[in-house]
Structures are given as C-alpha cells and as structure tokens.
C-alpha cells in the first residue's frame, strides 16, 4: 500500500513538471542563436539581392563558417536562395532543359 502511495505521488509529480517545464522554444523550433543568424543572413540577402560580389568580406566569412559550414558554395547558393535568385533553368539531377 505504501509502495503504490509513493508511485502514485511521483507520477503525480511527473505529470504536472512535464507542461511546467515544457518546451518555450520559439513556435519554429529555432533556437535564439539559430533565429539571429537566420535574420541576419536575410539583412545581407536584402542588402546585397543575393548578390556575392557585394558582400562585404565579413558578410563572406559569417556565411561561410555560419550556416554555409565551410563551404563557400554553400555560402553562396544559401545567399541566392534568401535573396530568391536561385537559378530553376534545369530539373534536378537532371539534364539542363
């Protein structure tokens, strides 16, 4: 009897911490960090219209070691993409049209 007391006050208690301690992320599911650097990569996609060669040289090295994770390219395609100039002329993995 007393072991299920103990049992029943402890589920008691896990119940009600799971909504109080909740998750109080953003609705998108990014995280505080995640979300400036997402607007920030929108402030230079907005300034520079998805353009590299107007980027300022610390603009380039955020992008690249930020979200582009090393790689230029990546860089540059996650800038066009923001800006909305990506390129559709071809399917992909697929032979240009």
């Known amino acids: 009897m007393r ?3 103990f049992m029943a006050v402890g589920l008691l208690c896990a119940v009600t911490a799971v909504p ?6 953003n609705p998108d599911g990014f995280t505080s960090t995640q979300q400036k650097a997402i607007d920030h ?3 230079i996609a907005q300034r520079t219209g ?6 300022t040289p610390a603009d380039k090295q955020f992008l690249i070691h930020g979200p582009g994770g090393g790689s230029e390219m990546t860089a ?3 800038l066009s993409a923001k800006a909305g100039t990506v390129s559709r002329s071809s ?7």
């Open 3 to 5: 072991r299920s007391i």
């Open 20 to 25: 109080l301690a909740g998750c109080h992320s």
């Open 41 to 43: 990569v929108s402030e």
């Open 50 to 55: 998805g353009d590299w060669a107007k980027t």
């Open 76 to 78: 540059k395609m996650i």
């Open 91 to 97: 399917t992909p993995g697929g032979a240009p049209k």
